[in-house]
Structure formats: C-alpha cells, structure tokens
C-alpha cells in the first residue's frame, strides 16, 4: 500500500516555540492531505484540508493563525503550531489519499503520527 | 451529512472467540466505509472498505465486516480473536467531493484476554 511518512515522531518544546510537522507521501502523489488531532482516548478530530498549491481548508473552530498548513508539492504538507502552549499538547495525524485515475483505492493513508508535549 | 456511530467504547472477547465491533452509518447517497485500527501511540492502519458489490468484505488480519442497508451497519467481525488484536478500532465514512473528507467515528477499544 501507498506509505506516508511523518517526521518527527515525539517533539518536546517550551511555552511560546514554534513547532513543525512534516508529512510526506512516499511513494504516490497526494493532491490533498488531511491533519488530524486526537485527544487522548478519543476519536479523530479533522482539523484541516490540505490542497497543494493552495490555501489550507479550516474545519470550524480550528485556528488558521495558530496552526499553519502548507502543502508546496504533490509529496509535502507541512502543519506548524505556532505559539504553542501546553493545550496544544497532543497527537497530530496526517493522512493522504491516492488520486487519480486507477491509482485512487479510495483509502486514506496515514502517517505514525507526531506526539507533541508543550512544557 | 455524513456520520458514522460507534456505540461500546470497549469491547471484551476471550481469545478464540468470535468477535464483532459495531458501526452504523448516516449517509446521503451511496456510502463508502471503512474500518481502522490503531495501535497505541502510532498512526491508523487501513483494515478493509466497501465501496459496492459485495456485502461481506475481507480485509486484513483475517477481519471482515459485512454491509448491511436495511440496517445501515458495517460491523467488524473475526472468527477467532487473538491477543494481539486489542487495540483502537475505527469506523469511518467517506464523503465523496468536498475534498473527499473521512468521518470517524468515536473509536471502539478491543481487549482480547488469553
């Protein structure tokens, strides 16, 4: 299947940093990826749409300015948490789907995910 | 709108035995579910979907999940658990258009005890 990395795995940062995430498709083109958030012991929350070359699609209640999402090629999207504190602790999935033609199985593929721990 | 329930929160089966994992489904227009699993502290793991055609769809693992209309269901089954299947199931509808968005739902946890 198609495989999508996420980097890094675990990051720990102080009050006030910034964050970025990396997620890339490895082996497939991936017009549009999803970032998600889970609480702990919860479901997924979506946060975002991710399209490439273009602005990043906000679920309601979700800050744009806070957590910036750009997605430069078919392989890359990027999520940064910006002025992160501790509430933005938590685990952050990307997730990518194949399109196109034959290639689209209509799964979404998803990364290990990032555990992100504000002190 | 397109949503999707998962009803336990947990389910208990013992090794060897049967078990099933429960979701029904609000869509409109033709539903395309899913189920996933995943396992603690990493990213979720397609198991099987339907799309069309058969109501009994094999995936991975030895899982399957049978379709059913009249009662809007896509319950996830196994013959036989093993102790290695416990983990986070999940449910999930896709919404065709609108950038293909997944729907999850809440998550079911599975525990197999030997």
């Known amino acids: 299947g198609a495989v999508v990395s996420q980097h890094p795995s675990r990051v720990i940062c102080k009050s006030g940093t910034s964050v970025k995430i990396e997620c890339r498709s490895l082996?497939?083109?991936?017009?549009?990826m999803f970032w998600y958030r889970q609480f702990p012991k919860q479901s997924l929350m979506l946060m975002a749409t991710?399209?490439?070359?273009?602005?990043?699609?906000?679920e309601q209640g979700v800050e744009k300015d806070k957590f910036l999402i750009n997605h430069a090629s078919l392989t890359l999207s990027t999520l940064t948490v910006t002025s992160a504190h501790p509430e933005d602790s938590s685990f952050y999935i990307c997730?990518?789907?194949?399109?196109?033609?034959?290639?689209?199985?209509?799964?979404?593929?998803f990364g290990e995910g990032s555990r992100l721990t504000v002190l | 709108a397109q949503s999707v329930a998962q009803p336990e929160d947990q389910v208990n089966v013992a090794e060897g035995n049967p078990l099933t994992v429960k979701c029904t489904y609000s869509?409109?227009?033709?539903?395309?579910l899913f189920w996933y699993v995943q396992y603690p502290n990493r990213g979720l793991q397609f198991l099987l979907k339907?799309?069309?055609?058969?109501?009994l769809v094999k995936g991975s693992y030895g899982f399957e999940a049978e379709f059913n209309k009249s009662q809007t269901s896509f319950h996830l089954k196994k013959p036989s658990a093993l102790v290695s299947d416990s983990a986070l199931y999940f449910c999930?509808?896709?919404?065709?258009?609108?950038?293909?968005?997944?729907?999850f739902g809440s998550g079911t946890k599975l525990n197999v005890k030997p």
């Open positions: 997730s990518a789907s194949v399109t196109g033609g034959r290639a689209n199985t209509g799964e979404l593929f």
């Open positions: 082996d497939f083109q991936a017009t549009t």
């Open positions: 991710s399209n490439e070359g273009s602005k990043a699609t906000y």
């Open positions: 869509v409109s227009g033709n539903p395309y």
């Open positions: 339907y799309i069309t055609g058969d109501n």
């Open positions: 999930a509808v896709r919404e065709w258009g609108n950038f293909n968005k997944f729907y």
